[in-house]
Structures are given as C-alpha cells and as structure tokens.
C-alpha cells in the first residue's frame, strides 16, 4: 500500500519538473540492469513453506535528462522483483523520482531520492533518511526512495544540508515462505507508530559536511519518525505470535569522520538517539588499509576491521552491538574487473557470527557474474543471527547491463 | 613564477648536496634537461579549463579488444595540481561512477569517488599510482596530471630525430615513492615542446612500457592534444590505446563543478 501513497508523492515533482523544461541542449540517457539470483540453502529449513532453494529476477531501470547548461536535471529510477519463493519479496519501489537545481551557491532537490551518510562499510550507524529495503538483502545496504525536499548550500567552511521529509516509508520484511528470516514472523499489517501523524509525520534533518586537508567531517541532526523499528510481540486473529512494527519518535545526533593517509583510511561514526525508553549512543569505528600491487602482480589487497557498539547490547534494534569485523578484498584490476571479498562479523561475546564470501566478474562488455556464500554460526538463542542459523547458503546472481 | 620557484628549489638543493660532498645527478646537463620540462609546462599553462571525451581501447597479445569510455572535466589550478573529473560511460556496469581528483605538486592528490548504486561518495586511498587505470595499460600515475614537481633529477640525455620530427630526449625520476618506476625517458618536440613519445622503466630498471602520441591538434590558437595516445607493454604484449575527442578549452568550469556535490550529480 504505501508504495501506492508514495507514487502520489512523486506525481507533484514529476509534473513541477516537466513544467520547467526548456528548449535548448539537452542530454538525456536510459539505461537499465536486469538481474537473475538463485540461491541454493546447505541445511532444511526451520518453517514450513520454507524451501531449499529460491530464485528471483529484478530490473532496475534509470531515466536521465539533464538541460539548461546542466542546471536542471529530472532521475526517475524504477525498480521491481519478482521472487519465486517468498511473496513479500516481489516488490516495486521507485528509487529515485527527483528534480534537481544547481544555482551558483546552493542546490534544490525535490522528489523521491536516496541519500547516503557515512564512512564505515560493516553497518552504516548515521545513515537515517531513507527506509531499509530490508527483503531485498539483509545486509540492509537497499533503500527505499523517500519523499523529501533537499536544499544544499555551499559555502568555504562546507555544505549544509536541509531536508525536509513529509512522508514516511515502512521497512520492508520476508514472507512466511521466504528464508532468512527471523523465527516470529514480522506482520507488516498491523504497523504502529509513536505519533497520531503516523507515516505523514514530519520529519527534518540538517548536515554540515567539509573536509580538511586529510580529514573528512560531518555533523548530523534528525528529528523524526525512527526508521529502525521495535518489533513487539503480539497474538494475531488466529492465536499464533507475530511481530508488530513499531516506529517511535526520535532525535538523533550523529558524527563521522574519516582520515585519509596513502594507503590508510582511518574512520569512525557515532550516534546518540533520544527514544522513547530514552537516550542511548553507539559508534562504529575501525580502518581500511590498502597494498597496492600485491606480491609484484596488478592485484591490490584491501585489509579492512571495524569495531560495532551499541550500549543497549542485546536489545539493540541492528544486529550489531559488540562485534568485530575482520575483512579482505582483492580487487585483480584485470580487464574483468575480477573481485574477491570475504569477512567475518564475531560477536565479542561470542553470540553469533557471519562469514561471507563474495566473488565477480565482467563477462563481454555488459554481464557481470557474482558468486557469493553467507554461514551464520555460533548464535545464541537471544542474538539476532539465532533467526538465521539454518540459512546458510551459496547464491549465484546474473546481471545484464543495457 | 612557476619557473622561479622551481629554480630556487633546484638550486637550494644543490648547495645542499654540494655542502654534502656529492654531486646532485640533475645538474650534469646544466640544467638542461629541468629547463626542457619547465618550459613544456609554460607553453601548456593558462588554459583555465577544458572538457572532453576519451575511448580506451584494451588489446591482449591475442588481439582481444574490449572498450572503455569516460569524460573528462578538467580545472587548472594556479600554483597547485589541477582538479579533474572523470565519468565513467562504459563499461555499462561502472556508469554513472565518478572520480574526482585534487592533483598537488607537493604531497599526494585527494580522490573521492562516487558510487551510484548506494549514493555513496568515499574518500580513497592514494597510494595506488602504480596500479592499472581500468584494468588497462596506463597506470593512474600515467593519465594523472603531470606537473614538474612530480619528478625530480631532470637531466638532457640527447637531441633525437623521430620519425623526421626534431626531439629533445629527457630523463626523469617519478617522485612518488609509490611510482612503479625508476625513471622515464620523454621525447619533446623540438619547436611546440609537445610529448611525443615516453619510455617507462620498471622498479627493476628494464624498458617496460612505451606510450606514443599521434594526432595533435591545437586548441585556442595555443594548447596541443593528442588525438591518440599508444601505450605497448613490451614485457607482456598487451596495449591500451586511448582516443580523445570533442576538446573544448574555456567552457566556464568553477570550482563549485569540481566539489562532492557535483560530484554527486555527475553523469
């Protein structure tokens, strides 16, 4: 339902952006990414309706139109899933359905956009404007586009964001029959929220953004509705348990900062939130070192580990809140852009883990082949990983670029 | 002012090795060979700004071709490195990719690079000058930009006739010490100061690389391009070629189209 509401957002820039497009130099370009993933499961599943293995397509669609000397430009950015196995996975969203006005000292952005904050890799603590599109990986690194009102100024000591947010989008779950999925199922039904508003809650957040020399900074603040939910336990129609969604108010101040020396990347992200339990902090922090050329071939090694916090341990509402992650890319700067990425996430407290490996290749000038393998172990009944223990699988993705 | 700079620094250490008790390689040639490249760089400088758009053509030692597009924004900066934007077009899985680029004479460069699938800008790490740009034969050390502070002990070795064009013959020595090479052998023609032609010397000191320049053009009444620039990895039989076009010097670039926002919409 609600990516009907927010197609009745988008319609507004859409046509404010048709309206204003002039005669004169245009530039404009289509382009398109179809996707084919299977994945095969090493162990039986843990509920009925579950399967050994499942396979899905997406397509990922961009339209581009750039005039007025680059001044203007509109993005409509498609994308939809069709999944074989898991209902809920089948979805569509709309990434990015945005106009954008460059002046002299200062940017407009309106629409439906996706917009990044952070400069950690292993989980991205400060990055709050947009939902996670949590069924198309549980990685969280999807998001779903989000109606907001973007102003940038541009000044010698930084850019400040402004952003105003009149519509809120829900995180999206697994099905029953879809794996990787946590053992009480999330009921997207029946959502609650913290505020009468609901999801037309207004929510706004600004950001200075600069860099130094060496060092890369922001400063962020976000007053509004959570996009992280508390999932609480309830008794559904047919007396079984589920999980209701709850979005609570927030306010939430966030710090990233990053160092940059020859082969070095120094990084860190802190956040403190003001919730409805009360005010809680967390950070993620840890470094990526480069070796160029490794041992005499073209290769270059990414070594790469970052420390995750989050003082309400256990009951924290990300997966992460005492780990470690260790991790190395090999990236073969060949023709093929061949890559190999493998880490390890481990509970300090030994609660739970995750290893994924991760492999891809350019086939032709436009396929690209990923093989890639995600073992949970080691979890506690009470970790987040507990849900996924029988989920550990070997997936392959297809993609075709036009 | 460039030259004058130059020329204290070069002098500064001069008497510093004298002082040492040894005798600074550059200044066997009289400073020849320094002169040679300062004034290259002279005759390229006041640009101010300029676009254009590059294929890149990737060969093994079978034949096999495959192809790469970017444009390519460039900023002239006076007194630093320039700052240069680069979009990648193709392959079709890296368009939208951006790489923004913040060349200084002293130090190592900045580079952000945007990644679109995650709206993500990322400060990068500079110490991969050796690597290949795009899995091709060029180096980014290669195609970066190359003012005369990035390389030190200048020195004339010959005056040469290539292929009927009248050249000065100069060796340079990478100052980076993340540089794959030891040295380089440039050929400077003799009345435009252009590159013609550039030896590359592994770590090993053995002939690795020769990169040529066919096709100049001149734009504004003032700067040369190359049309084509030839790069022949002699040890293992590949090589990139790379074909520019659409030059355009004075487009009104600022410094606002070479900053993380910009960077942002690049495409």
Redesign the interface.
Same mark, same amino acid.
Do not use: F
């Given at each position: 339902m609600s990516h009907r509401r927010s197609w009745r957002q988008g319609v507004f820039p859409l046509a404010f952006a048709l309206a204003l497009i002039p005669q004169g130099p245009v530039r404009a370009q289509l382009t398109a990414e179809v996707g084919l993933e299977s994945r095969g499961y090493f162990k039986g599943p843990l509920f009925s309706g579950q399967d050994r293995h499942d396979a899905s397509v997406s397509l990922e669609a961009e339209f581009y139109r750039e005039w007025d000397d680059r001044r203007q430009s509109i993005t409509v950015e498609p994308f939809v899933r069709l999944d074989f196995a898991d209902k809920e996975r089948t979805h569509f969203d709309l990434r990015e359905l945005s106009w954008q006005y460059v002046f002299e000292s200062w940017e407009l952005r309106v629409g439906l956009r996706k917009v990044f904050w952070g400069v950690t890799e292993s989980l991205h603590l400060v990055d709050v404007i947009n939902q996670t599109d949590l069924v198309e990986n549980v990685d969280g690194e999807d998001k779903l586009g989000q109606p907001m009102v973007n102003a940038a100024f541009i000044r010698p000591w930084g850019t400040v964001e402004l952003f105003a947010l009149p519509y809120f989008r829900e995180r999206t779950f697994q099905g029953t029959d879809g794996r990787l999925r946590q053992s009480v199922l999330v009921d997207e039904d029946d959502v609650r929220y913290q505020s009468g508003a609901e999801e037309h809650h207004f929510d706004w957040a600004v950001r200075w953004s600069h860099y130094i020399g060496s060092f890369d900074l922001a400063v962020s603040y976000f007053d509004g509705t959570n996009r992280d939910p508390r999932l609480e336990p309830v008794l559904n129609d047919r007396g079984g348990v589920a999980l209701t969604p709850f979005y609570e108010q927030m306010e939430q101040l966030g710090v990233e900062g990053q160092y940059t020396s020859g082969g070095w990347l120094l990084k860190l992200e802190g956040l403190t939130r003001d919730v409805q339990l009360g005010r809680y902090w967390a950070f993620a922090g840890g470094f990526e070192y480069t070796i160029p050329q490794v041992l005499g071939t073209n290769a270059d090694l990414g070594l790469l580990s970052e420390y995750l916090f989050d003082d309400r341990g256990d009951a924290a509402t990300t997966p992460f809140e005492g780990d470690v992650t260790f991790g190395g890319r090999l990236a073969f700067n060949d023709v093929q852009s061949s890559e190999l990425l493998a880490f390890v996430v481990a509970d300090v407290e030994g609660d739970g883990n995750l290893l994924s490996v991760e492999g891809s290749r350019r086939f032709g000038s436009d396929w690209i082949v990923t093989l890639e393998t995600r073992v949970f172990f080691g979890a506690a009944p009470e970790d987040f990983l507990y849900g996924l223990r029988q989920d550990d699988y070997v997936g392959l993705a297809l993609r075709r670029y036009f | 002012m460039i030259y004058k700079r130059f020329m204290s620094t070069v002098m500064a250490s001069t008497l510093g090795s004298l002082a040492a008790g040894s005798v600074a390689v550059a200044q066997d040639d009289g400073g020849r060979g320094l002169e040679i490249a300062i004034e290259a760089e002279r005759r390229d400088s006041g640009f101010g700004d300029f676009t254009s758009e590059m294929t890149m053509v990737?060969r093994?030692r079978h034949g096999e071709e495959?192809?790469r597009e970017i444009r390519n924004r460039t900023l002239e900066v006076l007194d630093d490195g320039d700052k240069t934007l680069v979009i990648f077009d193709?392959?079709?899985? *890296?368009? =939208?990719t951006a790489l923004l680029s913040f060349s200084h004479r002293i130090g /190592?460069d900045?580079q952000w690079l945007y990644l679109p699938a995650?709206?993500? *800008?990322?400060?990068?790490? /500079?110490?991969?000058?050796? #690597?290949?740009f795009m =899995?091709s034969e060029f180096a980014y050390e290669d195609i970066s930009s190359q003012e005369v502070e990035k390389y030190s002990d200048y020195r004339f070795v010959s005056e040469e006739d290539l292929d009927g064009t009248p050249t000065f013959v100069v060796e340079r020595v990478p100052v980076d010490e993340?540089s #794959?090479y030891t040295r380089q052998l440039v050929w400077f023609d003799q009345v435009e100061y252009r590159v013609m032609k550039v030896d590359f010397y592994d770590r090993r000191n053995v002939l690795m690389k020769t990169l040529s320049y066919a096709g100049y053009q001149q734009y504004e009444g003032r700067y040369w391009r190359a049309d084509q620039m030839d790069m022949v990895n002699h040890q293992t039989g590949k090589s990139t070629t790379l074909m520019w076009r659409n030059f355009d010097f004075g487009t009104g670039l600022s410094d606002?189209d070479f900053?993380?926002? /910009?960077l942002r919409?690049a495409?």
């Open positions: - | 990737l093994n495959s192809t193709r392959p079709r899985d *890296v368009q =939208g /190592s900045d995650l709206r993500r *800008v990322k400060r990068i790490a /500079s110490n991969n000058k050796a #690597g290949p =899995g993340n #794959g606002r900053d993380q926002n /910009s919409r495409r």
